[in-house]
C-alpha cells in the first residue's frame, strides 16, 4: 500500500527512500523523501524496525527479572535506564537506598551520560566527514567504560543498579581509573573543541541547519540536550531533583538556537558539567571499609580442607562476589526486605537462608509492590526518561511503559528537514542522537 | 498557585467532566469524562494552569473491566514545575476518544502507537495507522486478549 506521502507527492518530483540500513545513518530508520531536485519538499518518517516488544515482555517477567530489559533501551548509557526503573519500584515500594549507594548510583549515571553524549557527537562529527573526531571520542569512551567494567563486569548491558541499590560495591582501584577517564576525556574535549568549533566545514553543516524553537520544541515533548538548545531550561536533576543531584553542584548550559550546532555544544558543555559532577561525587565517597581480602585463606586451600568439613576461617575472595557479599551488602543496598537478593552465603549454608532465596524468586512470592500506578523520570542522555508502571499486587507488573525521549525528539524530524537540502539530513539526524532500542522498544 | 489549590479550581471549573482525584505514592491523577477530555486537555495547557508539555501519552488494558481501555496523559508544566496525570476510561466496545494531535503535536506519534499497540481509535487525528509494528500485522499486541509469544502470518514483501 502506497504511504501518505507517496499518494500526496506531485507529479514531477522524484520520491526517494534512505533506510531503514543506510550508510550514513547509525540505527535502522526509514525517511521517504519527496524531492524536487536536491530539496525535500516532504519526507515521511517510518520507524520501528527494532521493536522487540519490551512492554509486553515486562508484563510477563517478575519485577527482578525484568530489569536486564531495561538495559537494552539506550544501550549506550545502560545505568541511567536501570536507574529510572529502579527508582521507580523504590517509589512505589517507598525504600530508602544507603547514602554510599545513591553516591555510586550519581558517578555511573555521569559516567553513563558522558559516553552517551561521546556516542552521539563522536558519530555526528564522523558523518560530517570528521573522522578523527569520533576516533578520539571512542578513546575517551573506553577510559570510561574501564571504570564501568572494573565495577560492574561488564563494558554496554551492566544491569548494576539495583531495586534498593546497586549491585556490587566499586572495584578496587576505582580512584585510580576514574581520574585517568578524566584526565582522558578532558584531553579529549578539548582536542575536539579544537577541531570542530570553528571548523569551516563543520560549521556550515550545522549552523541554522535544522532549526527548532523553543515553542515547537516544548510542543514536540522534546526533553534533554534537544530541548536545552532552544533555550528553554529543563533537566529533571534540577526540576525534580533525585539522588544527590540538589546538593552537587553543576550548571545546565543552554543553547540559543536551537540548530545542529548547538545541539552539539550543548552536549559538549554538558560533558564538562558530568566531569564536575564525577569529580566531586568521588571527593564524597569514602574509601570502603577495611577490605576483607587480606585476612582469611586462600581458595583452594578452603575447597582442600572443605573436603572434610567446613573450614572455620574466612575465605579471601573480593567481596563483591557471590558468596563473600554479606559485608557489603548493608552499605550498597536497602535493608527493607524482601526486594534484594539474599545473600549468597546464606543460601549456600543455611535452611532459612535457602528458603528465602527460593521465596525471592518463586513465582508469586518476589517484589511484590502495593497496587497502583506509578510514574517517575530521570535524565538520561537524551531527556526525561520515564517509566510508567501499573502494579495490580502480585509480583508481575500488569503494565509497565516507557517513555522515551527519542520518540518524541524524532517525531519532529520531518519538519525539520522539510525544505532544507538532502545533504542536511545526515547532520541533523546524527545531532538528534535517534537509539534504536529505546525509540522502538 | 499551590498546588492543591489548582486541582480544587480545576475541579470546580470543570466539576461536570471530573470523575475523581486520587493521589497514588505522591502523583496528582484526575480521572476525566471521554466527552470532556479535549476542552480540559485545551484549557490545562493555557494559563493559569500551563500544562505546556504532554509528557507521555500511553493506555492500559484492563481486560476484566468493563470500561476495559483506560488512557493515560501526564502532563508538565514548566512554569510550575509540577506533573499531572489524566485518566480517561473507554468501553471496550467502542475504544475511541478524541484526539489531542491539535494541542500538542508529538500527540500525533504517541496516539499512533497507542492505536498500534491497543486499537484505541482516536477522533481527528489526520493518520492514523501503525507506527512500530508493520503494515499487515494482525491484532494489536498489547491488549491482554493477545497472547504472549503469538506467530504472525508471513506477509508479501515490499518492493
Known amino acids: 500500500m502506497a504511504s501518505r506521502l507517496e499518494k500526496n507527492a506531485r507529479p514531477d518530483s522524484m520520491l526517494l527512500n534512505m533506510g531503514p540500513s543506510h550508510p550514513a545513518m547509525h540505527g535502522t530508520f526509514r525517511i521517504m523523501l519527496e524531492l524536487e531536485g536536491e530539496r525535500i519538499l516532504n519526507a515521511e518518517v517510518e520507524i520501528g524496525f527494532l521493536h522487540r516488544g519490551f512492554e509486553k515482555t515486562c508484563e510477563n517477567r517478575t519485577y527482578f527479572n525484568l530489569l536486564p530489559y531495561t538495559d537494552r533501551l539506550n544501550y549506550v548509557s545502560p545505568q541511567i535506564n536501570n536507574l529510572g526503573y529502579a527508582m521507580a519500584m523504590e517509589k512505589m515500594l517507598g525504600l530508602t537506598v544507603p547514602e554510599r549507594a545513591q553516591q555510586i548510583r550519581v558517578l555511573m549515571c555521569e559516567l553513563s551520560r558522558l559516553s552517551d553524549h561521546l556516542t552521539c557527537l563522536g558519530a ?114 534540577k526540576a525534580q531533583p533525585y539522588l544527590l543531584y540538589d546538593r552537587l553542584d553543576f550548571e545546565v548550559p543552554l543553547g540559543e538556537r536551537g540548530d545542529n550546532y548547538d545541539r552539539y555544544s550543548v552536549r559538549m558543555r554538558e560533558m564538562e558539567q558530568s566531569l564536575r559532577l564525577i569529580e566531586q561525587v568521588a571527593a564524597l565517597i569514602p574509601d570502603a571499609a577495611p577490605r576483607l581480602e587480606a585476612d582469611g585463606i586462600e581458595p583452594a586451600e578452603a575447597v582442600r580442607r572443605g573436603r572434610t568439613r567446613r573450614p572455620a576461617q574466612r575465605i579471601r575472595l573480593s567481596p563483591n ?29 543455611t535452611m532459612e537462608g535457602l528458603i528465602s532465596h527460593f521465596l525471592f524468586f518463586m513465582n508469586g512470592t518476589g517484589i511484590r509492590p502495593p497496587k497502583g500506578d506509578v510514574y517517575f523520570s530521570v535524565e538520561g542522555g537524551n531527556g526525561e526518561v520515564g517509566f510508567y508502571i501499573v502494579s495490580d499486587g502480585t509480583d508481575r507488573p500488569y503494565r509497565l511503559h516507557l517513555r522515551a525521549p527519542c520518540f518524541h525528539i524524532l517525531a519532529a524530524f520531518e519538519t525539520l528537514i522539510k525544505g532544507r537540502f538532502v545533504a542536511d539530513i545526515v547532520p541533523t539526524f546524527g545531532s538528534m542522537n535517534m537509539i534504536g532500542g529505546e525509540l522502538d522498544r | 498557585m499551590d498546588k492543591e489549590d489548582l486541582i480544587d479550581e480545576i475541579r470546580t471549573r470543570f466539576g461536570a467532566d471530573v470523575e475523581s482525584y486520587a493521589e497514588t505514592f505522591g ?14 486537555m485545551s484549557a490545562l495547557r493555557a494559563a493559569p494552569y500551563d ?99 503469538k506467530e504472525q502470518p508471513l506477509v508479501p514483501m515490499k518492493d
Open chain 1, 124 to 237: 555526528m562529527a564522523m558523518e560530517n566527514g570528521a573522522f578523527s573526531v569520533f576516533l578520539y571520542m571512542m578513546k575517551a569512551r573506553e577510559f570510561l567504560w574501564d571504570v564501568i567494567e572494573f565495577t560492574t563486569g561488564s563494558r554496554m548491558t551492566t544491569s548494576y543498579i539495583r531495586i534498593g541499590g546497586v549491585r556490587a560495591d566499586l572495584g578496587a582501584g576505582w580512584r585510580g581509573s576514574v581520574k585517568t577517564a578524566i584526565l582522558e576525556t578532558r584531553r579529549v574535549l578539548k582536542d575536539v573543541r579544537g577541531l570542530l568549533d570553528a571548523n569551516r566545514i563543520f560549521l556550515n553543516r550545522t549552523r541554522d541547519v535544522g532549526t527548532m524553537s523553543p515553542e515547537d520544541a516544548l510542543s514536540y515533548g522534546w526533553t534533554g540536550p534537544c530541548l536545552r538548545s532552544t533555550g528553554v531550561n529543563y533537566d529533571v536533576r
Open chain 2, 27 to 40: 502523583d496528582q491523577t484526575l480521572a476525566v469524562r471521554r466527552e470532556g477530555l479535549r476542552a480540559l
Open chain 1, 321 to 349: 562476589l557471590e558468596g563473600s557479599e554479606k559485608d557489603v551488602y548493608p552499605r550498597i543496598l536497602t535493608a527493607d526486605a524482601p526486594v534484594v537478593v539474599p545473600p549468597k552465603e546464606d543460601t549456600y549454608t
Open chain 2, 51 to 149: 500544562y505546556a508539555v504532554l509528557l507521555d501519552l500511553t493506555c492500559v488494558d484492563y481486560a476484566a473491566v468493563e470500561s476495559r481501555f483506560e488512557m493515560v496523559y501526564h502532563l508538565y508544566s514548566l512554569s510550575g514545575n509540577r506533573r499531572l496525570r489524566i485518566k480517561v476510561s473507554l468501553p471496550a466496545e467502542n475504544p475511541v476518544v478524541d484526539s489531542l494531535t491539535g494541542l500538542w503535536k508529538n500527540a500525533d506519534w504517541l496516539e499512533r502507537e497507542a492505536f498500534d499497540m491497543f486499537g484505541v481509535g482516536f477522533i481527528g487525528h489526520p493518520d492514523l495507522r501503525r507506527i512500530l509494528m508493520y503494515e499487515g500485522f494482525e491484532g494489536h499486541p498489547l491488549r491482554k486478549s493477545y497472547p504472549w509469544r
